[in-house]
């Protein structure tokens, strides 16, 4: 029965595989013979297999694919008004064998749930005089993402419900202000407040039924957001940028933060070697329904230099502490940042961290490739809580295929006392191949 079992479910694996390749190689014909359709269609796909090796909540492993559609409809002769939309569906061939968040299970998380998700539906307004407008489900990123980002590298992309407004005289101003009342997580809508059945907390002999999710598990948080992102670039290249981001969160009260800095970037070349800086500051105090009381501050250094292809970095990042409350970041690109393994880019740290790391990218002709060192240390105690290394492997065969290979390794020293994960060792690797990224 097991053998049967593991057939089948090997069987549609392959199935759904070859016909998601088959439909896309297939899709620009098609296009060109559904001419009359109205729009323009891109469809996109990126199956990823991940494994995960975790010493404290359980080895897993995940092995999903992700297909989305694109649709764009222009509403006007002059093609100022556009409608953009975009389903996002997950499927999960093996989603009984690992905890997605949506659906708990007891091994490491990979929240990469299986399921339907709208990431896309905005109608902009180009006045083709420096200023745009959008209003709708969209996708929100400033600057590297620290702060607010799309999350993009797991399956369901983070996306606001919001209005933004954004001016680029495409040369020295560039401000962005969006208003939001909701972010749709990478958890999905399928994780709303009440657990399934097939979650284990649904009816755990040990602890009872449980009827509610917990608010950080959501996958939609209702906010009341003032994002203000305005940047200057000299005709140098030296660029400021500041920034004011007023959240309330009205599930995930200690979420209610606001958070307002500085970025500074520069870069110049005065003979075969390019050089680059930042410098960012950032002060973080409770707001709103927010019952925590502190006052938190963040910085980042950077420095790099790149010689032709190659590129090396140098940089420090530390979220301090107030009153047994860090420096948070919920609305973030977390995983592209404080290593990949994911073992201390969470936001439920009471004590801070300093983040010191090393990169190296290097690319020949259709391979790239990036190797990370980081030293993860307390902010409070400077105990050494464990170091991560990182590797990175693509392969661009064309300008819509990808293929990849990440591998990553958490080795715990002093730990975080009862931050658990970060005293238990980690290794997670990734493969992947993705269409139209």
Known sequence: MFAYKNGIAMLRINVVLLFTFMFIAEFDVMANEFEHIPGEHEIGMRTRYQSVDDTWLGDAKAFTTRINLT?????????????????????????????????KKNTSPIPDPEGFNLSKMVLAYDSEENWKVKLGRQNLSFDNERFIGGVDFWQTPQNFDALKFDFNDQMNWHVQYAYSNKVNRIFGKGAKSAIIKNDVRHDDYLLGYIEQRPTNELGEHSINAHLLNVEFKTDNNLTFVAYNYLVENNNQTHFSTNTRGIRINDEFKPS??????????ALQENKYNNPWHYQAWYSLLEASLQYKSHIFQFSQEIFSEDNQHTFITPLGTNHKFQGWADVVSGYDMQSGLRDQYITYRGRLNKIRWRAVYHKFADYESSVNIGNEFNIELAYRASRKWEFKLVYAAYKTNEGLGDFGQANHDLTTWFASVAYNI
Do not use: C, M
Request: net charge negative; proline share 2%; glycine share 2%.
């Open 71 to 103: 649709s764009t409809f222009l509403l006007d002769e002059a093609n100022q008004w556009q409608l953009k939309v975009q389903p996002n569906y997950v499927f999960a061939f093996n989603d009984g064998d690992y905890n997605s968040v949506a659906v």
């Open 272 to 281: 075969k070697i390019k050089y680059r800086y930042t410098a960012e500051y």
